[in-house]
């Protein structure tokens, strides 16, 4: 009989069965989903990266849980913000002095 190698893993397949990738199949679950559309980048909260550090000063006063990111534009720097969930939106929005039109601004 002729060992024949799975494609999938390169392990030794038995009677056309591959030994190997059930096990791989089952050493790695899926990653549990996050919650749908979070975290949220938005560029309409965002800033410029000279503006960061007073910002963060701001929300860790505020305990306000986002972060600055580069916008990934190369002849500007813009930052976008990362928003972790609602409830970081919300404070954001209110420190910001904008109005929450729920879910309408910024998404
Ligand atoms: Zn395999």
Request: proline fraction near 8%; glycine fraction near 10%.
């Amino acid at each position: 009989m002729t060992a024949v190698k799975c494609k999938k893993c390169g392990g030794t397949k038995q009677k056309g069965v591959c030994l190997i990738c059930p096990m791989l199949a089952a050493a790695t679950p899926p990653a549990a989903p996050a919650p749908a559309g979070w975290p949220k980048r938005s560029r309409a909260l965002g800033a410029f990266a000279r503006q960061v550090p007073e910002l963060n000063a701001r929300n860790k006063r505020l305990g306000i849980n986002v972060s600055y990111e580069s916008a990934g534009s190369p002849d500007s720097d813009a930052v976008d913000c990362i928003i972790p969930d609602r409830n970081e939106r919300k404070k954001l929005l209110k420190a910001e002095g904008a109005h929450d039109r729920d879910g309408g601004y910024g998404d």
